[in-house]
T-cell receptor
Framework: KAGVTQTPRYLIKTRGQQVTLSCSPI?????VSWYQQTPGQGLQFLFE???????NKGNFPGRFSGRQFSNSRSEMNVSTLELGDSALYLC???????????FGSGTRLTVV | AQTVTQSQPEMSVQEAETVTLSCTYD???????LFWYKQPPSRQMILVIR??????QNATENRFSVNFQKAAKSFSLKISDSQLGDAAMYFC???????????FGEGTQLTVNP
């Protein structure tokens, strides 16, 4: 069974640009969550989608947004990139909520 | 709100020896889960072990076991017969059973010496 797939693996963007990251969950998983990992702040929850609806949101500015499609694939978008947005962005999928999340390998975003 | 604290930024262990990683948490919820995740250099977070708060019995997965002290809000991970492949960053995490977000600790970098 295929795992959680995140694309791209690496990304370099310039300040002020926007970026879209993609996450394909494990087949049958309807819950997709996103986390930001930085050396300074650690792992922080961004948002969670379930059946195309945002069910939970972390404490991030409105520049961070996401969506989920009918096939459960999810995208997150960051607009007007700042240097501080440089991070590893991890996606996780689950059949139901927090009990059994499986993570992808992440997208390493570098903002220059 | 939930908080998770890992007070050991780094730990090291000799191959084949046993090591214990510490974790404390705080929550006002009565129904919650606790997790240990491993993150090797490949970056993927791998679930090591999971504990339901309502279960008194400590969870065990092969060489990995936990010491869950609910009253003390402590959740330590014991790795027995350590192997070189156990070297990684280990994160303790908690989640409300009815919720969907994981709250992570700061992580402990484990080194396994041959």
């Amino acid at each position: 069974k295929a795992g959680v797939t995140q694309t791209p693996r690496y990304l370099i963007k310039t300040r002020g640009q926007q970026v879209t990251l993609s996450c394909s969950p494990i087949s049958g998983h309807r819950s997709v969550s996103w986390y930001q990992q930085t050396p300074g702040q650690g792992l922080q929850f961004l948002f969670e989608y379930f059946s195309e609806t945002q069910r939970n949101k972390g404490n991030f500015p409105g520049r961070f947004s996401g969506r989920q499609f009918s096939n459960s694939r999810s995208e997150m978008n960051v607009s007007t990139l700042e240097l501080g947005d440089s991070a590893l962005y991890l996606c996780a999928s689950s059949l139901k909520g927090s009990y059994g999340y499986t993570f992808g390998s992440g997208t390493r975003l570098t903002v220059v | 709100a939930q908080t998770v604290t890992q007070s050991q930024p780094e730990m090291s262990v000799q191959e084949a020896e046993t090591v214990t990683l510490s974790c404390t948490y705080d929550t006002s919820e009565s129904d919650y889960y606790l997790f240990w995740y491993k993150q090797p250099p490949s970056r993927q977070m791998i679930l090591v072990i999971r504990q339901e708060a309502y279960k008194q019995q400590n969870a065990t997965e092969n060489r990995f076991s936990v010491n869950f002290q609910k009253a003390a809000k402590s959740f330590s991970l014991k790795i027995s017969d350590s192997q070189l492949g156990d070297a990684a960053m280990y994160f303790c995490a908690s989640a409300v059973s009815s919720g969907s977000r994981l709250t992570f600790g700061e992580g402990t970098q484990l080194t396994v010496n041959p």
